[in-house]
């Protein structure tokens, strides 16, 4: 059975992801969204921290949404699973029931402790032609260094928005 991971994510040309923990991604583009909605559809689970989530304010429809966190309670209506411990306990619960295919979709915390677990398979990112304002980058405190293999790329739209798909091909330790 293949098993896959994936990392969706918008970013800036520079890798930022958030302008502040309670950025609606607006100036993601429309096509970028369609993208994302397609992409973890067609997985069918989606992966994402308390503020994230909070963020959203809603379930996304058509997807089992899973909240990392060691909160019980949401300013909005409640995920499917709430799940709290390590990156590998959380996917071995998300493979005993059938998932095979997670998207993990933010935020920085979460994309970082994935990306370390090194059980990663594949990142989704659309770059977005613009400059933001400092916030937050796609990882931090990355100690490790990781081979990517390009899978696709392409424009999205004619504003110059790119869309890359990177499999994860080893994981070097220290740099």
Same mark, same amino acid.
Request: charged share 25%; net charge neutral.
């Given at each position: 059975?293949?098993?896959? !991971?994936?990392?969706?994510?918008?970013?800036? !040309?520079?890798?930022?992801?958030?302008?502040? +923990?309670?950025?609606?991604?607006?100036?993601? &583009?429309?096509? @970028?969204?369609?993208?994302?909605k397609?992409?973890?559809?067609?997985?069918?689970?989606?992966?994402?921290?308390?503020?994230?989530? +909070?963020?959203?304010g809603?379930? #996304?429809?058509?997807r089992?949404?899973?909240?990392? &966190?060691?909160?019980?309670?949401? &300013?909005?209506?409640?995920?499917?699973?709430?799940?709290?411990?390590?990156? =590998?306990? %959380?996917?071995?619960? #998300?493979? +005993?029931?059938?998932?095979?295919?997670?998207? %993990?979709?933010?935020? /920085?915390? !979460?994309?970082?402790?994935?990306?370390?677990?090194?059980?990663?398979?594949?990142?989704?990112?659309? %770059?977005?032609?613009?400059?933001?304002? @400092?916030?937050? =980058?796609?990882?931090?405190?990355?100690?490790? /260094?990781? &081979? #990517?293999? #390009? +899978?696709?790329?392409?424009?999205? =739209?004619?504003?110059?928005?790119?869309?890359?798909?990177?499999? !994860?091909?080893?994981?070097?330790?220290?740099?």
């Amino acid at each position: 059975m293949d098993t896959k !991971i994936r990392l969706l994510a918008v970013t800036d !040309i520079r890798g930022t992801i958030a302008i502040a +923990e309670d950025d609606r991604i607006e100036w993601g &583009s429309p096509e @970028d969204k369609r993208l994302f909605k397609e992409i973890t559809t067609e997985s069918g689970v989606v992966v994402m921290g308390r503020k994230t989530y +909070e963020t959203i304010g809603r379930k #996304l429809p058509g997807r089992y949404n899973v909240v990392l &966190s060691s909160k019980g309670h949401f &300013s909005c209506e409640a995920p499917d699973l709430v799940l709290s411990g390590s990156i =590998n306990d %959380v996917v071995k619960i #998300l493979f +005993e029931r059938g998932f095979t295919d997670i998207c %993990v979709i933010g935020g /920085q915390s !979460i994309f970082s402790q994935f990306l370390k677990s090194g059980m990663v398979t594949d990142l989704h990112l659309t %770059v977005e032609p613009m400059v933001l304002p @400092d916030g937050l =980058n796609l990882f931090s405190n990355i100690d490790k /260094q990781f &081979s #990517l293999h #390009l +899978e696709k790329a392409h424009i999205l =739209n004619s504003k110059g928005s790119i869309y890359i798909h990177y499999r !994860i091909e080893k994981v070097e330790s220290k740099i």
